[in-house]
């Protein structure tokens, strides 16, 4: 209780402006959890020049490397931002930008562009595999992105 009151008047600040671009960022910690060593997934959505969609998840499974935790954390993200830009094709705003996820690990990129199926990825679970269709479709385009 003592963090949220010293908190109260934090916020996020919405100002106008022209750039109505929907940018995504995805990240993934490996092992993260002491508890019972499972991976977390984190992501955050940019419209324009504001935070409008954000997730810190513990991942269900346990990821057997980092590439497999970041790899879940961007199809996890891509989920959610076909949900986000569906919405606003409802409300007649397409956004700029709306097919790039920035994401710090090249070997999960390298999964996704490349569609072998490769015996280092076969433990990953099927349903991760997903990001795979919307990329080859071209509906989305994984990019690097370093962060510190």
Request: glycine share 6%; charged share 25%.
């Amino acid at each position: 209780m003592k963090y949220v009151y010293g908190t109260r008047n934090y916020g996020i600040w919405y100002t106008s402006s022209n750039n109505f671009g929907l940018v995504h960022y995805t990240d993934g910690d490996w092992a993260g959890s002491f508890d019972d060593r499972k991976s977390t997934s984190g992501y955050v959505f940019n419209l324009g020049l504001g935070v409008v969609l954000w997730c810190p998840k513990k991942q269900p499974t346990i990821s057997l490397s980092s590439t497999e935790a970041e790899y879940i954390a961007a199809t996890t993200m891509t989920c959610e931002s076909i949900w986000l830009k569906k919405v606003l094709l409802d409300i007649k705003q397409e956004p700029k930008y709306a097919k790039i996820i920035y994401c710090d690990n090249l070997s999960t990129i390298a999964i996704t562009k490349n569609l072998v199926f490769h015996n280092r990825t076969k433990h990953i679970d099927i349903k991760y595999h997903f990001i795979r269709d919307y990329a080859e479709k071209g509906e989305i385009e994984i990019k690097f992105f370093y962060s510190k």
